[in-house]
């Protein structure tokens, strides 16, 4: 019974720690140290907007004509695209798993410095089958989006693994141009 309890320990133990408590796997992100954290006003005095409704091809698809639904809130914290929020400036996840399949998206977006350019890094996971098995599949994707001579620039820089492999780089481009009202 007493080996049973220390097992069941042990193994709760091991499941709510974190990744870096392991002590073969190398802490990869070094953390700050604490300091007092106060939310300031921004000293943007003017966001690009990209409010409208675009239309544009991709260099990956150039075949492809992609439509885009713009709006974007009055104070620049959130924006719609094709009426699917955006929050800025927050950590948005998404997963999913049924049936031996899992699936999920980790973004951030936030405006540079100047408010005139939207960056974001996306991270998206997909697994299908048990996890012994392999087949694990990770993007991660430098996303930057802004206007140049009144055309909308998309600009998407991935990395693609599996089982913790690199197995290739995308670099793409999409441009639209602003349809009348």
């Excluded at 709760?12 to 073969?24: E, G, K, M, V």
Aim: proline share 3%; glycine share 6%.
């Amino acid at each position: 019974m007493k080996k049973q309890m220390i097992a069941l320990s042990l193994s709760c133990t091991l499941i709510t720690a974190n990744a870096a408590s392991i002590p073969f796997l190398p802490k990869t992100i070094s953390k700050p140290a604490k300091t007092h954290v106060q939310g300031t006003k921004s000293n943007i005095e003017e966001y690009a907007d990209f409010s409208g409704e675009w239309v544009g091809t991709c260099e990956s698809t150039p075949d492809e004509e992609l439509a885009l639904s713009i709006t974007q809130s009055p104070d620049a914290s959130s924006i719609l695209f094709d009426n699917r929020a955006l929050e800025l400036e927050t950590l948005l996840t998404n997963f999913a798993s049924k049936n031996f399949e899992f699936e999920g998206t980790m973004m951030h977006f936030r405006w540079n410095e100047t408010g005139q350019q939207l960056l974001g890094t996306v991270i998206e996971y997909y697994k299908k089958g048990h996890m012994s098995m392999g087949n694990q599949m990770i993007n991660v994707s430098k996303v930057k989006v802004f206007l140049e001579n009144e055309q909308l620039i998309n600009l998407v820089e991935s990395t693609r693994f599996e089982d913790g492999n690199i197995i290739g780089n995308l670099t793409d481009r999409c441009v639209y141009k602003r349809q009348p009202s």
